[in-house]
């Protein structure tokens, strides 16, 4: 990085783009010039800050300071008052630092982030792999080629204890080692950021805010089980990350990072983009590999696994976005360092998605086994106008519904599962005293419904019948039998269905209707007013 | 663009049908895939037309019926559901005279929903093209239309 005295970021994503975030930023650089500052202050683009709903937000550093809600017009101010004279403009300052966006140096409080996977989201211009490089990027890359063994690489990850952060919780390294292991000369590394799970958005912050460091975590993988390879299928509906990502590649390849001979190590790594198309069902690796292959996306009957047999009948490693992007900072500090963060079983951090009626919707990263409650109330910054908290469907759509009584949970692997919970993809959406389970269950089935590929009997079916009775319920012509059948028509699916789509399904209509009983009963009567359900 | 030339940008594989299928699709004005589309696929891939049709069917992006100029994709999962979404669709549908999957007669506006576009934290959110909107009220949704009508 060039030096200055200031840095102004200006977070550039679909949400503060529709704000007027390139409007801003023009007006900035601009602003700048004409007062013949441009050499000392450097207006970067930057991935979300993971502040929500807030409009354009900018912050200047070293100060630290965000401003929220800023128009084109803010900006002469700005530029005055804070660039020029050092007097941060108070009336467009964020009011009340939301936790999230506590400035790093003070990791260390009660309430901190850790930072593993987002340390450089929101802090360096995603478009430049200079910026990358000096904050220390493929640092762990020249280190794993230059003085690692493939199998020293996988050996640490296992130590790590790291494991899949797309939601089935597989231990990583365990996965490497499987396809290292594998038969065949020809492997690949499939990076899956077909991120569909309703309520999630945490790999498209990691897409759009540092592509390089996924990138290193797959020339890591490949590295150590032995590809040369990979493949990141990205939704389709996710343009800008794929334009990130490819500005990613592009520029690793005009430094030497992909392609022959990578730092003249004798090592060689190819990576292409493949775009999705929408289809819900692809985030399972096997109807993600199908749909990679040209085809419908379907899922695959397993075994064998993709370790053994995954694209083109090849070992394969599948993994998620942020499951690659901890890659990096492991190989470069040790998986002792690593296994600081987190609990025993569940090390290192976990990325959320806070929505719904809370203060701050966004995102965080907060170590493994933080409690649900601190995330909800301290990070999230509790329920918004006064009102009271209901509910919290976690870890998705394919989430289990969990009220007050159950949200002292801590939040890792093991602990959720005590509670029937799972941390999927690490949604978390808050619901106040207004909002009906019922609407919202049938929200999630109809979801489902429409998702279900048609593959298998169990899902097709149960999906639509599952659909039938909360229409019923909600319209106030059910029986509380229904309730039952509900239960019982998810409980088969979860033990036929093919894929993890069909058997997931148990999670949240089980959690709906037995944790909120009395709400199910009282939509049975068809006098009961619901504002949301009946109209 | 022509469709030949689209095709030839990309080399004759399978693996490569996605992408095609989407910039053929991009190139229409019409936003969709023709039955003509479909069959130069085919052939250029070698693969029957009913595995083209298959595939072209399987994902939600894709459309074999002609669209509208502007394509607006309501977010309908449960996170926007809970902000409101439902009132949103009803607005539009009322506001469009159409329904969902329908495009209004001057050809202008094609109603569709569309499952999480990642964009949670401004809630109930939906896209027009290519383009997010968020936060929406009826009241926003109004001025949006009536601004698109505008431009056209």
Not at chain 1, 94 to 123: C, D, F, S, W, Y
Not at chain 1, 309 to 338: C, D, F, M, R
Not at chain 1, 443 to 449: D, E, P, Q
Not at chain 2, 12 to 31: G, K, R, S, V, W
């Amino acid at each position: 990085m060039k030096l200055q005295r200031a840095h102004v970021l200006v977070s550039v994503d679909p949400e503060t783009v529709m704000a007027g975030a390139k409007e801003v930023e023009e007006r900035l650089i601009k602003e700048i010039e004409s007062r013949g500052l441009s050499d000392e202050i450097k207006v970067l683009e930057t991935g979300t800050l993971g502040i929500s709903g807030k409009g354009v937000v900018l912050v200047v550093y070293p100060e630290g300071i965000y401003y929220v809600n800023v128009k084109p017009d803010d900006v002469p101010k700005i530029v005055e008052e804070h660039l020029l004279k050092g007097r941060p403009v108070k009336e467009l300052m964020l009011p009340e630092l939301p936790v999230r966006a506590v400035k790093r140096e003070t990791v260390g409080l009660t309430r901190k982030q850790v930072r593993i996977v987002l340390e450089n989201a929101g802090v360096i211009d995603p478009e430049n792999i200079e910026e990358y490089i000096a904050v220390g990027g493929y640092e762990a890359l020249e280190k794993a080629l230059t003085s690692m063994k493939p199998e020293e690489v996988i050996e640490e990850v296992k130590k790590s204890g790291l494991r899949g952060r797309g939601g089935a919780g597989f231990p990583t390294g365990l996965k490497w080692e499987f396809t290292r292991k594998a038969e065949g000369d020809i492997k690949y590394v499939i990076c899956n950021a077909d991120e569909g799970e309703p309520g999630t958005f945490k790999d498209r912050l990691i897409l759009e805010g540092d592509p390089h460091k996924l990138l290193e975590g797959m020339m890591l993988c490949a590295y150590a089980i032995g590809a040369r390879k990979g493949y990141i299928y990205i939704r389709g509906e996710y343009a800008l990350s794929i334009k990130r990502m490819q500005k990613a590649i592009d520029d690793a390849y005009k430094y030497g990072l992909l392609g022959e001979d990578i730092l003249g190590t004798g090592f060689s790594f190819d990576i292409e983009i493949k775009k999705g198309a929408g289809a819900y069902v692809c985030g399972e690796e096997t109807a993600l590999i199908e749909s990679l292959e040209g085809k419908r996306g379907q899922p695959r009957f397993k075994p064998p696994y993709p370790v053994t047999h995954g694209l083109w009948q090849k070992p394969t490693v599948v993994n998620n976005v942020e499951t690659l992007a901890n890659v990096p900072s492991i190989i470069k500090n040790g998986a002792e360092w690593y296994k600081k963060f987190g609990t025993e079983k569940s090390t290192g951090t976990k990325v959320y998605t806070i929505l719904g009626h809370v203060k701050y919707p966004g995102l965080i990263e907060v170590e493994m086994g933080t409690p649900l409650r601190e995330i909800i109330f301290s990070y999230g910054g509790g329920i918004k106008n006064g009102k009271k908290f209901k509910a919290a469907l976690v870890g998705g759509a394919a989430g289990v519904f969990l009220p007050d009584r159950l949200l002292d949970v801590k939040m890792d692997f093991d602990n959720l599962k005590e509670y029937k919970a799972v941390l999927g993809s690490g949604a978390i959406l808050v619901m106040n005293e207004d909002a009906c389970m019922v609407d919202m269950l049938f929200s999630i089935i109809r979801f489902f419904y429409h998702e279900s590929c048609g593959k298998c009997t169990p899902c097709r079916i149960g999906t639509r019948e599952l659909l039938e009775l909360i229409k019923k319920v909600r319209k106030g012509e059910g029986e509380e039998s229904d309730l039952d059948k509900m239960i019982k028509i998810s409980e088969s699916m979860w033990k036929s269905s093919f894929c993890p789509l069909g058997q997931s399904l148990i999670m949240p209509v089980k959690s709906a209707i037995e944790n909120f009983r009395e709400e199910f009963v009282k939509h049975l009567d068809k006098e009961f007013h619901c504002e949301n359900c009946r109209r | 663009m022509k469709r030949e030339e689209i095709l030839q940008k990309y080399t004759p594989e399978l693996e490569n049908i996605l992408f095609i299928l989407h910039d053929l699709q991009d190139n229409n004005p019409q936003h969709y895939l023709s039955k003509e589309d479909l069959e130069a696929v085919a052939n250029y891939l070698n693969v029957p037309y009913s595995y083209v049709h298959g595939v072209a069917t399987f994902y939600s992006m894709f459309s074999l019926k002609p669209r509208g100029k502007y394509i607006i994709r309501v977010c309908e999962s449960p996170a926007c559901h809970l902000m409101g979404s439902s009132n949103i669709i009803y607005e539009l549908a009322k506001l469009l005279g159409i329904g969902i999957g329908e495009t209004t007669s001057d050809g202008l506006f094609t109603l569709e929903l569309s499952s999480c576009l990642g964009v949670c934290g401004v809630a109930p959110a939906m896209m027009i093209n290519d383009e997010v909107y968020g936060n929406l009220t009826p009241e926003k949704i109004r001025q949006i239309i009536e601004e698109k009508r505008r431009e056209r």
